[in-house]
């Protein structure tokens, strides 16, 4: 059973903007963790009780860390942001069902993220063995790109504003580059990964997508964070913090 650790804070500073990117000490979660898992969290301010998930990043089994990177948007992620280097946090963790790694490597893989859904595609795209094409959608900036390219992936940017690279989202992009790939990775906003679905089913390609909920507990414990998947002629609920938060495209209902 996964029980909540203090974690030391190796390393806190901002990136880009109201973006954070916060190394911790967690042996057992760095030593078990793959791609695509997350951590809860805990503010621990006495006022918000309950975790935040956070994505992670990177991890560094020999050190024994983790790297989250998260946008400051409410008190808890902006408690995170005000930890120094020695302070410890508590988290829970690794939580959640990651990306499945394609072993193939005459392969290529697609990593799609949008906006804070970024983070958990560096640490997929470290740890996979093949052929690999980043396509990174930002409202501005391009937070990370850089390390997709240490990574070996081939990088396409796209900014809602056409500040850098590519005026308009990754889906547009994939199109107008008509990029191919045997499987997709991607986490982001809703909406992009819907467009982004509907593009794989389109192509026959497996897509594997990071659902993002609203948690409570993280632990598959109440149900809040359900969403509605395919079953047969219907459609049944899971849970985006247990059975997730990767699914594959073709189960979630959009
Ligand atoms: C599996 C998973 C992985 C995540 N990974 C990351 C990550 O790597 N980096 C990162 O920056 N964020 C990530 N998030 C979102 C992050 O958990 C929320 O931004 C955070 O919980 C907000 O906490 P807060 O106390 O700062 O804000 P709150 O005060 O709780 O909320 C402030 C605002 O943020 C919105 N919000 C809160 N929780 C979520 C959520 N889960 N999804 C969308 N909007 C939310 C609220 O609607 C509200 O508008 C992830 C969420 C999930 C479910
Ligand atoms: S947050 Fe409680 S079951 Fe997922």
């Not at 992936?153 to 107008?176: H, Q, R, Y």
Request: charged share 25%; glycine share 10%.
């Amino acid at each position: 059973m996964k029980t909540i650790e203090k974690a030391k804070v190796i390393s806190n500073k901002f990136i880009d903007g109201n973006i954070c990117d916060m190394v911790i000490e967690c042996s057992r979660i760095a030593r078990e963790a793959v791609p695509g898992q997350f951590a809860e969290v805990y503010p621990d301010n006495g006022v918000n009780i309950l975790a935040r998930p956070i994505s992670i990043c990177e991890i560094n089994r020999i050190q024994g860390t983790v790297r989250l990177v998260f946008q400051i948007v409410g008190k808890g992620t902006k408690l995170f942001s005000q930890l120094r280097s020695g302070d410890t946090v508590r988290v829970l963790g690794p939580c959640g069902k990651g990306y499945e790694l394609i072993e193939d490597v005459e392969s290529t893989a697609l990593l799609v993220g949008g906006g804070i859904g970024i983070p958990p595609l560096l640490e997929t795209c470290k740890q996979l063995n093949c052929n690999k094409i980043a396509v990174l959608g930002y409202r501005s900036g391009s937070f990370l790109a850089d390390e997709f390219r240490e990574a070996g992936a081939k990088v396409f940017i796209t900014t809602d504003d056409g500040s850098l690279g590519f005026k308009g989202n990754v889906v547009e992009l994939i199109k107008a580059e008509n990029i191919s790939a045997d499987i997709i990775y991607s986490c982001g906003p809703r909406v992009m990964l819907n467009a982004l679905s509907d593009w794989a089913e389109e192509k026959d390609i497996r897509c594997l997508v990071s659902m993002e909920e609203r948690m409570a507990c993280g632990i598959g414990a109440c149900v809040g964070c359900a969403i509605a998947i395919k079953e047969g002629d219907g459609f049944t609920y899971k849970k985006v913090c247990k059975d997730g938060p990767v699914f594959d495209s073709r189960e979630v209902c959009r």
